[in-house]
């Protein structure tokens, strides 16, 4: 039988009333569990497009869940979540992973900390605001449902304290979200450092900030006498204002290290050392070690920015085989300016001169290519001889894929030798005790105390294997280090030095990108090293 479009309607309409009308009875108990679960509902909106600013408050109250009240996470970018246990480290061979207040999981990855591990935010989570904290589970372990509800809000990597460093006079302290802008800081008088007990979880002790630059903050020490008992761990924050009080400090990871009260021993300084920040840079650290360490590098300062290649066990060979090396783990994006500070500051009085370079780049001088062997004398000679000078720089001349597609088995310096005409920036050598109080620097150079000054060498020079093969090079596309640099995905500043000229905002691969930036054949540093390591 055939219906008109109006029956067919009028029909619809009847059958949708009709399963419309419910029994009043489950129509009642309906109505019951709906009105329960309106109830239940956060009574924050979830909705809202931004990430809320945690205060303190939300970082440090006693959370009813004991296993929550010593940890603290950050998102990071890329969704990625650090996760910091600041009770006694799990087993380094145990499997963890990351319980989440709706109860999923995902794995969570070790790192070179042994109370930090790293996991991603699941995607459902991702759209859902606020950002609550996971806890770090034994992955043998069932997921355990009491812990819902008791999660608290996640911390956010641009606006947090992040570490702390004591020297004899004062207190270093390294936050994000104070100082934004380049070249304009914060007055110290506007601030102010708090001290806090993980234990009591309130400050307990304030101090004046005497120094404030970019992301580097320094503070007096406060009274040890001041210090509660049976205190396990201090935490340093900041407090921007320091007249009010009820203004919230920033949240704090930063743990605070009285300074020692021992004689410390006397011993010489090392001449050279070499500091660098990694990511991902296992398979090209032992050919730079290596070089470095022949012609006079004393000691290797590693500042991890969250590698997941197994950059330990590059390091332990490495160390298995006498070179001395040291790993920090140093996380927090956008803060290469912030590692070097902390690097010149730790190693003060260890080290007398410090190069900064990255691990793509080689200080050589073709003077030393008649020499027969390498020397670890070598680097020195780039050293002044006046007391006055503080820190030395060497310009860079710059690399290109030397038609690779792939990155050469033999090494960057054998693999890449064509490079660009002109001499690009510089890096330097700095004299650590020469380096201003405010540890200032753009990576590429520091600023000095007043007596000092900054001399430039033409006869040394850095190769700078920049533009590699194209699978290593786009891994640049993560993120850049320095704090100033926009990223390579952000659509801004398209004529700057610190672009790659002809590449756009995506990680895709140029025409012809394996020839690009080949103006001058320069095998001469690969000639040098085939003689001095015997490698074809």
């Not at 690097?343 to 410090?354: G, H, L, P, S, V």
Request: aromatic share 12%.
């Amino acid at each position: 039988m055939r219906f008109s479009p109006q029956e067919r309607k009028e029909r619809k309409e009847r059958r949708m009333k009709k399963r419309s009308k419910l029994p009043p009875l489950l129509g009642t108990i309906l109505s019951f569990f709906l009105l329960l679960f309106i109830f239940h509902l956060p009574h924050k909106s979830t909705t809202r497009l931004h990430l809320p600013k945690p205060s303190l408050r939300l970082s440090i109250r006693p959370n009813p869940n004991p296993r929550l009240q010593h940890t603290a996470s950050v998102l990071l970018q890329d969704w990625q979540i650090l996760v910091f246990q600041f009770y006694p480290s799990v087993e380094a061979s145990r499997r963890m992973s990351c319980l989440f207040r709706d109860n999923s999981v995902t794995p969570a990855r070790a790192t070179s900390f042994s109370n930090a591990f790293v996991c991603p935010l699941p995607r459902r989570l991702r759209v859902r605001r606020p950002f609550y904290s996971p806890l770090t589970v034994a992955s043998d372990n069932p997921v355990r449902k009491q812990y819902i509800n008791t999660f608290p809000l996640m911390l956010r990597w641009n606006w947090i304290v992040y570490e702390s460093l004591s020297t004899a006079k004062d207190v270093i302290v390294f936050a994000k979200g104070v100082n934004t802008k380049q070249g304009i800081n914060r007055p110290a008088r506007e601030l102010t450092c708090l001290f806090y007990s993980s234990d009591i979880r309130a400050p307990f002790y304030t101090t004046a900030v005497t120094s404030s630059s970019h992301e580097v903050f320094r503070c007096h020490h406060p009274d040890l006498n001041a210090i509660p008992e049976s205190t396990n761990q201090i935490f340093v924050s900041l407090r921007i204002g320091n007249s009010d009080e009820s203004s919230d400090p920033l949240p704090s990871v930063a743990i605070y290290t009285p300074p020692s009260t021992q004689q410390q021993a006397l011993h010489q300084k090392m001449k050279i050392c070499a500091c660098t920040m990694v990511y991902n840079s296992a398979k090209f650290l032992p050919e730079w070690v290596r070089y470095h360490s022949a012609i006079g590098v004393e000691k290797f300062f590693l500042y991890d920015n969250g590698s997941d290649d197994r950059l330990n066990l590059t390091v332990n060979r490495l160390q298995s085989n006498r070179y001395n090396i040291s790993t920090r783990f140093w996380p927090w994006p956008k803060s290469q300016e912030a590692a070097f500070s902390h690097c010149a500051a730790i190693n003060r009085d260890t080290c007398e001169w410090m190069v900064f370079i990255d691990v793509d780049e080689f200080v050589y001088s073709p003077s030393w290519s008649n020499s027969s062997r390498p020397g670890r004398s070598m680097l020195g000679s780039v050293l002044p001889v006046q007391p006055t000078v503080g820190q030395v720089s060497i310009g860079c001349y710059e690399f290109s894929p030397s038609g690779h597609r792939y990155h050469p088995k033999k090494g960057v310096i054998q693999g890449y030798t064509c490079r660009r005409h002109a001499e690009e920036r510089h890096k330097s050598l700095v004299r650590l005790d020469a380096v201003d109080r405010s540890l200032v620097n753009s990576v590429h150079h520091f600023r000095l105390r007043d007596e000092f000054e900054w001399k430039k060498v033409g006869w040394a020079r850095v190769n700078h294997y920049k533009y590699q093969a194209w699978d290593e090079f786009k891994v640049k596309f993560r993120r850049r280090a320095s704090a100033f640099v926009p990223d390579w995905m952000d659509r801004v500043n398209p004529a700057s030095k610190d672009r790659t000229p002809g590449l756009g905002f995506e990680p895709v691969e140029p025409a012809g990108w394996a020839w690009k930036f080949c103006e001058v054949n320069d095998t001469r540093l690969g000639d040098l090293t085939r003689r001095w390591f015997h490698r074809g």
